[in-house]
């Protein structure tokens, strides 16, 4: 059912069994877990159900260090959440991601890539994605003009990637929670405070407001937060009440390694004869599986490399491409107009008799850097909840990855006899470690509540739950500690499944 929070008398005392904060990706991919049991579901949701002016201002906030978006244009804040602006890019992080890297500082996870596999598959259904099956063979069974670039044994590898239509989750879901006898969705109730009893090892109640003035009160036995990593992050800083330095924030983890996809041009591909590589094409709303360039977890241990894809781009089209740190601004009416003129751009698409030159975009996953964090501002929202400050910040790693990862893909080639790769400009030089203007990101926002079994290098633990508190668990990209090259809703969404399972044998005495 849908509660309007502002129709509701002020100060209302809401109980429930469950309380997820926050109805995006992960928020409603718990939700949906928990249809027709037996427990109460309190979905809270900040906006309403379409896009508002004075909701997205609510995210507002500043950024130093490598320029970035602006804070309220890279997170929708509304039911159904970023899902509404997705691309649908889906891909499953490989073995090697999970592992801890002796050349990547702060890499490791309590979890494997093992762990994981049964939920990527049950995550896919929640995102209209074809069969769970990423190897490239599969997918050139049924399309066998899905043809690899020539490459000497398997330094190279194609990471296929599929795409959703892409579900737009406050579209496709509205109705099935809505209409849930027990989950109980109240829009325009933004959570301000999470309060935690004396000693800070339980969770009490949220408070809610809203721009109409109205304050409620939200009890339950178990919280989720799935508000996004630069909310999940601000909001535990600012409960702050039982603990000085904010909820889970007893070892200053909470904000810090925050990660986003470097996202690049990087290098030009000169094939010795034309070619329409249809195994690494792109159209939207058409194509359902691609591959990228990817290096395999050998070569990136040799090599001491992050791990990153590169996709390929008509060098034509690509040229006329401006750079995304330049098309998203705060300026909607801008951004609009400039994604206009993007799609334009892309729609002049491939040739049918292929080309000889393509653009190599790289994504790459950022080291986990405790320098690169969210913070609280000393100006407040109009709810009174501090601005989050966000410092985006890289290490050498990232440039000498690029580098790496190109001069294995032209080395391979060249073996082969099959192209030529010609690195751009800024990274020619190898003790050059500065970034070109057109730097961008996927607006991907990963960790800043990192996950760690040893409370001193996480926040959460390998359930979610929140090091020291019985009853809190964060949901989403946040808990990631590595970026992986893949976009994240795929992971956060099985991620989410897999607490969703946790939290059924929690309520059920099992644990």
């Known amino acids: ?4 929070a502002r129709k509701i008398d002020n100060n209302s005392i809401i109980e429930g069994d469950i309380c997820i904060v926050g109805s995006g990706a992960a928020g409603i991919s718990m939700a949906l877990e928990w249809l027709n049991t037996p427990y109460k579901v309190i979905l809270l949701e900040g906006g309403g159900f379409e896009y508002e002016k004075q909701m ?10 490598q320029k970035y978006y602006p804070l309220e244009s890279a997170r929708l804040h509304y039911f159904g959440g970023t899902t509404g602006h997705w691309s649908g890019f ?11 890297r002796d050349w990547v500082p702060h890499s490791g996870w309590p979890l494997n890539r093992e762990d994981l596999d049964p939920y990527y598959a049950r995550a896919h259904k929640n995102l209209d994605l074809g069969p769970y099956e990423y190897d490239v063979k599969y997918w050139q069974k049924k399309d066998p003009e899905l043809k690899s670039l020539p490459f000497d044994g398997d330094a190279v590898f194609n990471k296929m990637w599929q795409f959703s239509p892409p579900t737009r989750f406050g579209t496709k879901y509205r109705d099935t929670i809505v209409k849930a006898p027990n989950i109980h969705l109240y829009t325009y109730a933004n959570v301000t405070e999470i309060t935690a009893n004396e000693n800070a090892s339980a969770i009490k109640e949220v408070t809610v407001k809203n721009l109409d003035g109205k304050q409620h009160t939200v009890r339950a036995k178990q919280f989720i937060v799935a508000c996004c990593s630069i909310q999940n992050a601000r909001l535990l800083l600012a409960s702050n009440k039982q603990a000085p330095k904010g909820l889970g924030n007893q070892n200053d983890n909470v904000g810090r390694y925050f990660m986003e996809h470097l996202e690049i041009k990087s290098a030009e591909l000169w094939l010795t004869r034309p070619d329409v590589l249809k195994l690494y094409h792109w159209e939207w709303e058409i194509t359902k599986a691609r591959a990228e360039l990817a290096i395999s977890e050998e070569m990136q241990r040799k090599h001491q490399l992050l791990n990153g894809t590169a996709s390929l781009i008509p060098l034509e089209v690509a040229r006329k491409q401006p750079a995304f740190i330049d098309i998203w601004t705060a300026d909607t009416a801008a951004t609009k107009r400039n994604m206009v003129k993007l799609d334009d751009i892309g729609k002049e698409g491939a040739k049918k008799e292929g080309h000889r030159a393509f653009q190599l975009f790289t994504r790459v996953e950022q080291a986990p850097n405790p320098n690169s964090r969210v913070t609280l501002d000393t100006e407040k929202d109009a709810l009174g909840v501090p601005r989050a400050t966000l410092h985006w910040e890289f290490t050498p ?21 099959g192209g030529r790769v010609r690195l751009m400009d800024y990274l020619q030089d190898e003790n050059d470690n500065t970034w070109p203007s057109f730097t961008g990101g996927g607006w991907h926002h990963m960790g800043t509540t990192r996950m760690a079994e040893d409370p001193k290098k996480g926040v959460v ?10 009853n809190l668990y964060m949901a989403g990209a946040s808990c990631y500690a590595t970026a992986a090259a893949p976009n994240p809703t795929l992971t956060l969404t099985a991620l989410t499944i897999r607490l969703a399972d946790h939290l059924k044998e929690k309520v059920k005495g099992k644990l």
């Open 397 to 417: 790693l990232e440039k000498h990855s690029l580098r790496g990862i190109y001069k294995i893909i032209g080395e391979q080639l060249g073996i082969t006899g």
């Open 90 to 100: 889906c891909s499953t992080f490989d073995p090697i991601d999970f592992k801890e």
């Open 1 to 4: 059912m849908h509660i309007d």
């Open 461 to 470: 633990d390998a359930n979610c739950k929140v090091h020291g508190i019985a």
């Open 56 to 65: 997205q201002d609510l995210y507002k906030g500043k950024t130093t260090g």
